[in-house]
């Protein structure tokens, strides 16, 4: 069974940076196309960043520049780097494949404040 575990969000203000990460267990990150996604309040989940099996990256227009993607292999664990934040960042995040296939983790809290 596939288990996601995200981590790292918080508070903080307009412009700061956050390195959230997420654990996989009963799945191999590297043999995976994976994603970062969000869900703010009142809004349905969107995909945010992506990483391929060749670690080709993508990004959504609306954190394009900000947001960086990363994995590491050795520790299975998969990163998404935040800066500039914006107030509009403000979300739950969540990891999975990309397309998201698996069951949803807990999420981590991100919260910008103005």
């Known amino acids: 069974q596939v288990q996601l575990v995200e981590s790292g969000g918080g508070l903080v203000q307009a412009g700061g940076s956050l390195t959230l990460s997420c654990t996989g267990y009963?799945?191999?990150?590297?043999?995976?196309?994976m994603g970062w996604y969000r869900q703010a309040p009142g809004k349905q989940r969107e995909w945010v960043a992506a990483i391929s099996i060749i670690s080709s990256t993508s990004f959504a227009d609306s954190v394009k520049g900000r947001f960086t993607i990363s994995r590491d292999n050795a520790k299975n664990t998969l990163y998404l780097h935040m800066n500039n934040l914006k107030p509009e960042d403000t979300a739950v995040y969540y990891c999975?494949?990309?397309?998201?296939?698996?069951?949803w983790g807990q999420g981590t809290q991100v919260t910008v404040s103005s």
């Open positions: 009963g799945i191999i990150f590297r043999n995976n196309h």
């Open positions: 999975n494949t990309n397309p998201a296939y698996f069951k």
